[in-house]
């Protein structure tokens, strides 16, 4: 199982980025999808999740009504849309993947089992 994150970079204070989460050799449809970040200095926190179907998501109250995620599984990819950025937004940014969640896709990093490589979110002040 393959991931890989991609799409960060600089960007201003209250603007927007999308990441995007791909997968190779394996049926994205199985699985939820996570997003984490982690800040220098800081423990890994997780960001949002998207369910299987891409019908349940979870939001971190910090990003809640700014970040969206959906998925297209025929591209076998997840988005991070990301609005309104915040410099407190900048971190490396993490997709990740849990075979085991049904229909709903669970904010713990505990859940996931697959790991991309990160993107690295820097928003200037």
């Known amino acids: 199982v393959q991931l890989q994150a991609s799409g960060g970079g600089l960007v201003q204070t209250g603007g927007s980025l999308r990441l995007s989460c791909a997968a190779s050799?394996?049926?994205?449809?199985?699985?939820?999808i996570g997003w984490f970040r982690q800040a220098p200095g800081k423990e890994r926190e997780v960001v949002s999740c998207?369910?299987?179907?891409?019908?349940?998501?979870y939001y971190a109250d910090s990003v809640k009504g700014r970040f969206t995620a959906s998925r297209d599984n025929a591209e076998k990819t997840v988005y991070l849309e990301m609005n309104n950025l915040k410099p407190e937004d900048t971190a490396v940014y993490f997709c990740?993947?849990?075979?085991?969640?049904?229909?709903?896709?669970?904010?713990?990093?505990?859940?996931?089992?697959?790991w991309g490589q990160g993107t690295l979110v820097t928003v200037s002040s």
């Open positions: 990740a993947a849990d075979p085991t969640a049904g229909e709903y896709c669970y904010d713990s990093d505990y859940s996931y089992s697959f």
């Open positions: 050799k394996f049926n994205l449809d199985y699985y939820a």
């Open positions: 998207i369910s299987k179907r891409g019908d349940n998501t």
